[in-house]
Each structure stands twice: as C-alpha cells, then as structure tokens.
C-alpha cells in the first residue's frame, strides 16, 4: 500500500485533492453568507422640518414609521452595498395663536373692498408619504456573537399621497370699505361676522425627496444564518419639498359664495400685510430606532 501512494504522480494527486478543494471552497462561500435579505422597521420621530415666520416647526406633532425590506451584497466579511424598498410617512404641524392679514378683493356686487380676518388657535397639519428607496454602503466588525456596524448612505422618496388639514377655535372676519369709511363686522351671508373654520383633509403638492442617512448599532446571529440587529438612525433631508410656493392668501374671500371661505395651505400662503410667506423651505427630518430581522444565504 505504502509503495502505490509512493508511486502516485503529483498529478493524480491534483486530481484526487481539486474536487475537495472545490467543494471546500463552495461550502466556505455558503458559510459566509454573501448575500443576504432581511425585513424592518424604523421610528417613532419623523416629522417635516421648516421655519414658520422665521420660528422652528415644533416636535409635537412628529410621529411617522418606516417599514421595509432590504438586500444587500458582502463585498469582504466586513463590507457590504445595500438596496432596499421603504414605505415612510411624514407629519408636520403648523401653530398660530392669531392667523390674521388684510388684503384687497370684490365683493358679489361688484364693490372693492378690505377683507379682515382673525382666526383663533390656528393649526395646519400636513401628512406625506412616501415610496423610499435607500442606498447604503455598511462596514461591520468580525466575530461570529455579537458584531458592530456602521452605515451611510442616502435616500430618495417618491411622493405617494400628501395631504393637509386646518382648523381654528373661531373665525372672524369683516370688510373695510374705504369709498364709505365703514367697516362692516356683518351680516353674515356677505362673509362677515363669527365662523366656524374646518378645512378636512386637502390634497398638498410636494416633491420627491432626497435625503442622507446615518445608522449604527448591533448584529446578532441566531441560526441557519438568520439574525437580527437592533440600532439607531439619522435620516437627514437635502431638498425642499414645498412645490407650491406663492402669493396665496391662507383664507380667501369666495366672491361667489361668502360664507364659504376658500383655504390654502400655509405652505402656499403669504401674508398680504407684509409680503412675508408663512412656510418657506420643508424638508424631512426622521430617527429613532430600527429593528430588523433577516436571513444570510
């Protein structure tokens, strides 16, 4: 026996070793899991980030999650590209303890007037939801427990449903005409007088949006190359969302139908008094936790 592994040739023992060398190899690309595909979930602070007259929007009003699946390709052990699919919802909210201007306008009988108005407790609220597609590249430590990582990237989001609602406590409004010298604070079918203010839900134009995204936390393996990993994120918008920037007045005289006040949102508006609009740049500003579950193969 001895003498016929002696007399082997080093290419026969090419042949005998290459197979297990091969399959050793591919057992080997299988363990490290080049590949992987996994589902999450991210929040609870995602709100619109502006400046109303000049003063931050607040966070009261900054509820929105994130859900979606992701793949993402192992370039070495420790660094992979990432591409997912993202559903992502946005809210703003706008307060004004007085929403009041003045500006010129006609009433149904032809005569130019001043239209006031005061309204009381104003608040705009704005919902956006978007179809997300984040880009990230990740660097992850060795180790076969526990395993720290850090991504960057960016996201662009597609608008898929933006709306807006507005309310105040009262409505008053009144006519100056300045041909008489007398403000009228009635009667009320001229649009004149106490009013209920309620927009319901309105559609709002917004654009899509890009944004840079930061994340950091922890990987732990299960089995079967499943895991879960548990961090936190920074989703930071680049762009201003707001597409419908103009002169509009936040409520307008319907000459045809005084009682019924025609609404804009502020992210539209511009106050007559002074020629300063109410909301300018809009961008999406989004962190908290994300969870996420997934499989390696």
Request: hydrophobic share 35%; aromatic share 14%; charged share 20%.
């Amino acid at each position: 026996m001895k003498n016929k592994i002696k007399n082997l040739k080093p290419v026969s023992l090419l042949r005998l070793t290459l197979p297990l060398i091969i399959l050793g190899g591919v057992f080997t690309a299988k363990a490290q899991h080049n590949q992987e595909i996994a589902i999450y979930a991210q929040g609870p602070f995602s709100k619109l980030n502006y400046k109303l007259m000049g003063t931050e929007s607040d966070m009261e009003s900054s509820f929105g999650v994130g859900l979606g699946i992701q793949y993402a390709y192992n370039l070495s052990q420790n660094w992979s590209l990432g591409l997912a699919a993202q559903y992502t919802s946005f809210e703003g909210r706008a307060s004004i303890a007085n929403l009041q201007d003045a500006y010129s306008t006609t009433d149904n009988e032809g005569e130019d007037f001043e239209f006031r108005y005061t309204a009381t407790n104003y608040v705009e609220k704005q919902h956006l939801k978007y179809a997300t597609i984040p880009i990230s590249i990740r660097y992850m430590t060795s180790g076969r427990t526990a395993r720290f990582y850090a991504a960057t990237g960016f996201n662009i989001g597609f608008n898929i449903g933006a709306k807006y609602e507005a309310a105040a406590d009262r409505l008053a409004t009144s006519g100056y005409y300045e041909q008489y010298n007398v403000e009228l604070m009635d009667p009320k079918f001229m649009g004149f007088g106490d009013f209920d203010y309620s927009t319901g839900k309105t559609e709002l134009k917004v654009k899509n949006s890009y944004a840079l995204h930061l994340e950091s936390g922890i990987r732990f393996p299960i089995e079967n190359g499943t895991f879960y990993q548990v961090g936190v994120y920074l989703d930071y918008g680049l762009n201003d969302l707001n597409e419908e920037k103009g002169t509009e007045n936040a409520i307008d005289y319907n000459t045809q139908e005084p009682k019924a006040f025609i609404p804009n949102s502020l992210f539209k508006a511009t106050r007559k008094s002074d020629g300063m609009p109410y909301i300018e740049e809009v961008k999406t500003l989004s962190f908290g936790i994300k969870i996420q579950y997934g499989l390696g193969f």
